[in-house]
T-cell receptor, first 110, second 112 residues
């Protein structure tokens, strides 16, 4: 069945460091792919999405490219800020439910 | 603001009790999903409704039930509550198959 695997956290970085959170997927066909972010005490917010192979989603300085060859959708940001501290989820829409990775907690230190 | 409204935001109740969580989807969204998020942060799919009909069930306990009403709002009923049911419960709605899901702020349930 469809699945999403993302890197274990927590990830701790200094402000202005480069961020990569790995995500790979298994799916039938080529579904849209999503990154969600959950700030402390809040619900999940859509961070970015890509709807087909080679698409690049971007938002708030974050980027992720839909790679069909490597079945990956890694999240990157060139310079993280303290305000980026949150939990990040990679996800895809399965047949009857959304399939999420286990989440990666990011902590950015000033 | 995602447009999905969940009430209440916080709920504290005793073991053995029953509670009802409410979700109003975004205007026009026919699909509603319920997820449980435990302290170790993983998201567990509970159940999906589409236009009033149950579409899929996940890891939902028999003590839990849900429904979607004609006005498309949904309720999740949790009964005979146990300490282990303490979690965040999220509702999400979507405009169509394969599109992004929009999440509510969640209901934090604490069973004491």
């Amino acid at each position: 069945g469809d699945s999403v695997t993302q890197m274990e956290g927590p990830v701790t970085l200094s402000e202005e460091a480069f961020l990569t959170i790995n995500c790979t997927y298994t799916a039938t066909g080529y579904p849209s792919l999503f990154w969600y972010v959950q700030y402390p005490g809040e619900g999940l917010q859509l961070l970015l999405k890509a709807t087909k192979a080679d698409d690049k989603g971007s938002n708030k300085g974050f980027e992720a490219t839909y790679r069909k060859e490597t079945t990956s959708f890694h999240l990157e940001k060139g310079s993280v800020q303290v305000s980026d501290s949150a939990v990040y989820f990679c996800a895809l829409p399965g047949t009857y439910k959304y399939i999420f990775g286990t989440g990666t907690r990011l902590k950015v230190l000033a | 603001d995602s447009g999905v409204t969940q009430t209440p935001k916080h709920l504290i109740t005793a073991t053995g009790q029953r509670v009802t969580l409410r979700c109003s989807p975004r205007s026009g969204d026919l699909s509603v999903y319920w997820y449980q998020q435990s302290l170790d942060q993983g998201l567990q799919f509970l159940i999906q409704y589409y236009n009033g009909e149950e579409r899929a069930k996940g890891n939902i306990l028999e003590r839990f039930s849900a429904q979607q009403f004609p006005d498309l709002h949904s309720e999740l009923n949790l009964s005979s509550l146990e300490l282990g049911d303490s979690a965040l419960y999220f509702c999400a709605s979507t405009p169509g198959q394969g599109t992004e899901a929009f999440f509510g702020q969640g209901t934090r349930l604490t069973v004491v």
